[in-house]
Every structure is written in C-alpha cells, then in structure tokens.
C-alpha cells in the first residue's frame, strides 16, 4: 500500500498537469468561451486532491511480475469543430456545468473552427480528410457506443448499416474522456495497465503538446482507475542524427517538469521506475550499437530505471530482423521483449517458434539474469492501410483471430514455459490500424459501415463474439496467471454469449467486495463536490 503522504503528493502533482492540460485545450476557443471555461478548469484540476480512487482493487505498480501489459498508441485524431473542443473542456469538469446555459453560450460565443489538438486533420484514421471507403487507413471498426459526442467526428462517406443515409463517427483521443473510457474499461475487465507509445520522430523538433496530452491524461486516468503505466518509445522513422537525444531530452523534461515517475501509477521494479524503447537494433530502424549503449548510460545516469527493451525477433542470432553486433545492447537492458507480430499465421505456426526459438531465448534471458516479456497479439488485418500504398497483394483479416482462440493459445503457450514470462505484453489495446487492437470494437457486420467499405468485426471468422470479448478474455488470462485469488475474483457478465471453457474463459475481472464499497464512498465524495459546485455556478449568476 502507498503511504497516504506520498498519495497526496502525487494527486497534487497530478492536479497541476491537468491544470496545464486544461488550460492549453482551450486555447482554441474564444476568448469570453475561455473566460467562462477558466473557472471549470481550475476546479476540475482540483479534483485528483480531492477524490483519488481507492487503492483498495489498485494494480501493484512495484512489480513488473504477473501482469499483462498492452500497448497504448493514443494516435487517433480527427477534426472537431469549435463548439466540440469548447465541450470537450465542459466534460473536463465532468459535466459540472449547467447543460443549458453552457448550450446557449457557446451559440453565442463560438465561430472559427478549430480542433482541441491542433492538429485540424483526421490522423491514422485517414491520411487528412474524412476516411472513406478507399481512403481510410484502419482496418478494424471500434466499438463507439460509449464515447461522448463531444470527442467525435462523423464519417460523412461511412453510412451506418442500420440507419440508412446515417454518417457514422469515430473518437479523437486527444480529449481526456477517451482516455478516462479506456482506462475505465482496463479497471472493469482487470487489464493491468498499458506503455503509452511515444514515437521519436514526433519530438525530434522539441516538445509535442499532441503527445505530451495524450500521456498526461493516461497516467491521471490510471491514477483514478488504479492501473500501471509507463511509457514506450518507439524509433521507428526517426532521424540518425536525433533519436538518441530527442529521447535522452524528452525523458528529463517528462521526469523533472511533469513528475509522472512519481505518480502512484507509473510502473516500477526492482525499486526503480520502469521505462520502455522499442525499436533498439532493429534492420532499417536509426542507431549503432555504440550510440544504443551511450543513450542506455545516459538514461541510468540521470535516474535508476528498468529498461525494457522491445528488440528484434532475432535477437539472439543477431540476423534476420536483427542488425549484427548488438548483443552487448540487448544485454544492457533489464527486461526483453523480442517483437512477434505477424511472425507466424496460426497455432502450428506459433508451436513451431516455441521449439524452434522461444524455448532458446527464454534459456538465454535466464541465463543473462533479465527478465522476458514475450508479445501476445490477437490477429492481424491492414488491408485498408495497404491499399493506400497501392499494395495489390494486401489481404483482408489476413490473420483470422478465430473468436480468441489465436491470442488464447499464444498466452497459454508462453504460461506453459519451464520458468514464466516477467510480464506478457500485449500487442495492443487500440490499434485498429493493424487489426490488433483488444479494446471494445464492432461485434457483428451490421455495426460497421455499408459496402463498399470494408472493415474487420469480431464474429467475421464465424462465431458470435461481444464487443468487450477481448478485454474479458485478457482479464481472465491475467487472474487466472494468479490463481484468481484476492482482487482477481471472477463474475459472470450478462452480456457474455459463451461459455466458460476452462483455459478459455468468457468472463471479466472485478474488484473485491470492499473495493467496491470503496468506489461508493469515493463516488459519493464526487456528488456532493459536483453539487457544491453547482450552487456556486448558481450564485455567480
């Protein structure tokens, strides 16, 4: 358990960040919108000091051990007007203001259109202008029936199935409620926590308010849903000359001006904050092995960390994927987690790099005295982002998930190793451009767009799958890891249309019986501060 001091801290910490978060989402708006929101963000800002969650069902974020991890990319954008970033920053003070007299002042006030982001075009949605059926760079349709309207845009050339003529929409993730959904969804099925993905080449030219956003709002999101977070550098794409640095100034800013390491949810082991690089050694990817090994020291040099490191699938042979010569890299890192995605097609396929390489590595890791954190992925579709590089050989649901069965059997498989993963890490939880994502996405045909789009839906390999299957389904691997004792108690869900099949179990985690007369008090708690801030609205007036 966290000492109640350093809890307060880390909600004062987190209180500031949101204020700065808050502030600079409604830069965009006009300036008597932004008089009127400024009242709404600094009380908003205090809201972490006053009504932290419980700890109680809380993800112990001293271990890496046990736990299931996903990637978090955070990267999906799309235009919302200036009525819709003003929203936003009303739903950041969960929706403490007066709902008509919000309505009538933003009629009034509003006029140049801008998006809360800045970015003012669909990004990895599309590549700029609304997706559409041959323009669209996604493969996997998310689930959006529980996201607000204010972080949504519409797809006028993507009509609804089941409403003729309607446009359907897709989320933003630059608002903080997206990511307060996510999170939420990672405490009601047990996910233990995600790396937040931050790619180099997006801060190659100084600090990036887009991702500093994005990071910023997930660790106060997994502060209140009590779950880990850390975050993964990603190099892919970025310049020679910069990579190192970039990440080496990027950290300092993260750790000395934002304190997230100090946050009750950023992960640690072995006493030290964990920090992740994903692309180290890796053909086509920037880097020597000399630069590789001085950023490492710089980054030990200026705090104690455990380096994951996300390296190539042939990291042992130093071939294939693998650039030569790094072996003294790949031993320099604290935990190794070697890339497999689309590295095999099906059951067969994964059994034969259990003997053939997993069975080795895990031998050679061990041996090292590292940890392993093998990479678990539920199929793989990105059709839609082929085809606009004009790749005729793209294929659609070119993995099939086969209703789970493909993640389930990667995950026992590597629970079945003579001596356990560290951590497993899961690839990811809302990548819809690769057709990867865990999170809660289209369940049936019906719920994606009409023809001639095409989009991947959980049941397109034959049987009936929920939106939320997949959370359920990574919940459940993890308790099961623990024995499902304590916090990792099981519970049937009505929604759930499959049996329980042993290894294979339909149903999510939830929180112990106090944990959850924890989350009524702390509820409680927000009421009569919503309330205490309604009166003090009506007294302005």
């Not at 965009?28 to 800002?45: E, G, I, K, P, Q």
């Not at 890496?64 to 990267?75: A, H, I, N, P």
């Amino acid at each position: 358990m966290v000492g109640q001091e350093r809890l307060t801290r880390t909600r004062t910490i987190m209180a500031r960040t949101q204020y700065m978060r808050a502030r600079s989402r409604c830069r965009s708006v006009t300036l008597n919108t932004r008089n009127y929101c400024a009242l709404w963000v600094l009380l908003y800002s205090l809201l972490p000091v006053m009504t932290g969650a419980s700890l109680d069902d809380a993800v112990d974020t001293s271990t890496l051990r046990q736990k299931v991890l996903f990637g978090y990319q955070g990267w999906f954008e799309c235009v919302m007007s200036d009525i819709k970033n003003a929203y936003a920053c009303m739903h950041l003070c969960q929706q403490w203001v007066l709902d008509t007299m919000v309505s009538l002042l933003l009629l009034c006030c509003l006029s140049t259109p801008s998006s809360g982001s800045g970015a003012d075009k669909w990004v990895h949605w599309s590549p700029g202008d609304p997706p559409n059926a041959t323009f669209a760079t996604f493969d996997i349709w998310p689930s959006m029936s529980e996201y607000p309207p204010a972080v949504q845009d519409g797809t006028p050339a993507l009509i609804s199935r089941k409403a003729p003529h309607t446009p359907l929409s897709l989320f933003s993730s630059f608002p903080k409620e997206t990511t307060d959904i996510h999170f939420r969804w990672m405490r009601e099925y047990g996910i233990d926590g995600v790396f937040v993905q931050r790619f180099v080449n997006g801060l190659e030219n100084g600090p990036n308010s887009f991702k500093d956003n994005i990071t910023l709002n997930a660790v106060a999101a997994a502060e209140v849903n009590g779950r880990g977070i850390s975050i993964m550098y990603d190099i892919s794409g970025a310049d020679e000359d910069k990579w190192a640095s970039t990440i080496l100034a990027d950290w300092r800013r993260l750790v000395t001006v934002y304190k997230v390491t100090e946050s009750t949810s950023w992960l640690h082991h072995n006493g030290h904050p964990v920090l992740a690089i994903w692309g180290m050694g890796f053909t086509g990817h920037p880097g020597t092995p000399a630069s590789s090994l001085a950023l490492i020291h710089s980054l030990r040099e200026m705090t104690p960390i455990t380096l994951v490191g996300g390296i190539p699938t042939h990291w042992r042979s130093n071939d294939g994927d693998s650039k030569p010569g790094y072996s003294q890299v790949y031993a320099a890192m604290d935990v190794l987690s070697p890339w497999l995605v689309g590295r095999f097609t099906d059951d067969d396929g994964f059994d034969n790099y259990m003997k053939s390489t997993f069975d080795a590595d895990k031998v050679k890791i061990d041996a090292l005295g590292k940890g392993y954190a093998p990479v678990v992925w539920p199929g793989f579709s990105w059709y839609n982002l082929q085809q606009r590089t004009h790749n005729s050989k793209a294929i659609f649901n070119q993995i099939p998930r086969r209703g789970g069965a493909f993640w389930q059997h990667q995950a026992d498989g590597f629970l079945g190793m003579k001596t356990e993963p560290l951590f497993i890490y899961g690839a990811m939880f809302d990548e819809v451009d690769e057709g990867t994502a865990m999170f809660k996405c289209a369940s049936v045909l019906e719920d994606t767009p009409e023809a001639p789009a095409k989009f991947v839906y959980l049941s397109i390999d034959g049987e009936t799958i929920p939106e939320d299957f997949y959370l359920s389904l990574a919940g459940n691997f993890t308790a099961k890891w623990r024995n499902s004792t304590g916090s990792s108690r099981l519970r049937d869900q009505g929604q759930r249309n499959r049996a329980d099949t042993g290894s294979g179990s339909r149903r999510a985690v939830v929180p112990h019986e106090d944990s959850l007369a924890s989350a009524k008090e702390h509820a409680r708690v927000v009421a009569a501060a919503e309330l205490a801030a309604r009166k003090f609205l009506l007294g302005l007036h």
